[in-house]
């Protein structure tokens, strides 16, 4: 069984219906001990820092339920926030503390940028953008293909082994996705991202690390 994480935010249903698209068996679930048991974990996420800083808390059930999964070796995906969560704080919601998986901090996108042709870039980071795997992984495509982004802040970790993927946005290198063992994350919407997406998602249905 694969536990999607019910922390209160939003995109739940649709990465359900997403990973049940591509066999998964995967259930929607705020029960701390479902969590902590199941074969496979997923952390989506929409929303604030602070909310999801709350609800997954380190000493918090869901978020001792989540470690205690990822203690265990079970695959880990985190979406969005379920990514940003793995890291110690964010400049969003300064007061609220992250799992502290990875050393490293969340910080806003930079204002200012411009694109090639001189355009000016908007925060938040919207849309289409191609992510390029930075060393080769099970679940990331071989080549760089789009993937949907919808965020404002972006993870800075410590350690630069721990990206396994970037996006440029102007001149800036975003963290696409970090790995390290059984935790995979990703700052973009799989779910949204169509064809590239749903294979990335059936790949983390399939994943044995």
């Known amino acids: 069984m694969i536990a999607i994480v019910d ?5 739940l249903r649709s990465v359900e219906k997403a990973l049940r698209h591509v066999g998964g068996d995967a259930v929607v679930t705020a029960d701390p001990e479902a969590v902590a048991w199941a074969e496979r974990v997923v952390v989506p996420g929409q929303g604030a820092f602070g909310d999801c800083g709350r609800a997954l808390a380190r000493e918090a059930p869901l978020g001792q339920a989540i470690l205690v999964a990822i203690a265990k070796g079970r695959p880990y995906l985190g979406i969005c926030l379920g990514l940003q969560i793995l890291f110690e704080s964010s400049e969003e919601a300064p007061e609220c503390r992250g799992l502290g998986l990875f050393p490293g901090r969340v910080a806003r996108i930079p204002g200012g940028r411009v694109d090639a042709a001189g355009t000016r870039l908007k925060v938040p980071h919207m849309g289409w953008n191609t992510v ?8 990331l ?8 982004f919808v965020h404002s802040y972006h993870a800075l970790p410590d350690a630069r082994a721990v990206v396994a993927a970037t996006a440029d946005y102007g001149d800036l290198a975003i963290t696409a996705a970090v790995a390290q063992d059984n935790v995979f994350a990703v700052q ?8 590239d997406g749903l294979a990335l998602l059936a790949a983390f249905v399939g994943w044995r690390p």
């Open 141 to 148: 495509p071989k080549a760089p293909a789009p993937f949907y």
């Open 132 to 139: 390029a795997a930075s060393a080769p992984h099970p679940l």
């Open 188 to 195: 973009f919407h799989p779910e949204k991202s169509q064809r």
């Open 7 to 11: 922390a209160g935010l939003g995109n």
